[in-house]
T-cell receptor, first 115, second 115 residues
Framework: AQSVSQHNHHVILSEAASLELGCNYS??????LFWYVQYPGQHLQLLLK????DPLVKGIKGFEAEFIKSKFSFNLRKPSVQWSDTAEYFC?????????????WGLGTSLGVNP | DAMVIQNPRYQVTQFGKPVTLSCSQTLNHNVMYWYQQKSSQAPKLLFHYYDKDFNNEADTPDNFQSRRPNTSFCFLDIRSPGLGDAAMYLC??????????????FGPGTRLTVL
């Protein structure tokens, strides 16, 4: 069965620190990959997505993610975090073949940024 | 702008009193989803419609039902809400499995409180 693993459940950083949140998935075929963000009290927003092509994907608010197929990973990065990046971050995957209507979600990473 | 709209944004109901949440979309997408999200957790898929074809998740309680009268609208009915059903309910849409790039678009959610 497909699964998504986010390694860090809680991360605390100081402003201007660099961020990397890990995401690994288990599925041998072609996948679509997503990072969603949920700011406190707000709804889910798409940060970035990977469908095909350049494995380095740039999203909103200075975030980027790199798809490494050999490692089944799609880690999220930001070179310098801000207090406003405090949020919950979810990695999600769906399989292109078969029933790709469903997203498989990671458990989320709670990021706190200290000013 | 094409979007996913959820009404109401906040709903308060009493224990055991039926409640209906609504979702509409202007994206003309084939698939509509209902998720339940509790605090600091990943969204949990309850069910989805592919056109008129209803797909229930195996672990969705019978207390939760859904209707999709047309392409644009989808309803979530909670027949007898319990305290454990207090959560954010998210509606999402996607084009469907014919597209390899099957991104889900989320509405703002309805926060349900059960008294």
């Amino acid at each position: 069965a497909q699964s998504v693993s986010q390694h860090n459940h809680h991360v605390i950083l100081s402003e201007a620190a660099s961020l990397e949140l890990g995401c690994n998935y288990s599925y041998g075929g072609t996948v679509n990959l997503f990072w969603y963000v949920q700011y406190p009290g707000q709804h889910l927003q798409l940060l970035l997505k990977y469908f095909s092509g350049d494995p380095l994907v740039k999203g909103i608010k200075g975030f980027e993610a790199e798809f490494i197929k050999s490692k089944f990973s799609f880690n999220l990065r930001k070179p310098s975090v801000q207090w406003s990046d405090t949020a919950e971050y979810f990695c999600a995957v769906n399989a292109v073949a078969g029933n790709n209507r469903k997203l498989i979600w990671g458990l989320g990473t709670s990021l706190g940024v200290n000013p | 702008d094409a979007m996913v709209i959820q009404n109401p944004r906040y709903q308060v109901t009493q224990f055991g009193k039926p409640v209906t949440l609504s979702c509409s979309q202007t994206l003309n997408h084939n698939v509509m989803y209902w998720y339940q999200q509790k605090s600091s957790q990943a969204p949990k898929l309850l069910f989805h419609y592919y056109d008129k074809d209803f797909n229930n998740e195996a672990d969705t309680p019978d207390n939760f039902q859904s209707r999709r009268p047309n392409t644009s609208f989808c309803f979530l009915d909670i027949r007898s809400p319990g305290l454990g059903d207090a959560a954010m309910y998210l509606c999402a849409t996607s084009r469907g499995s014919t597209s390899p790039h099957n991104e889900q678009f989320f509405g703002p959610g309805t926060r349900l409180t059960v008294l």
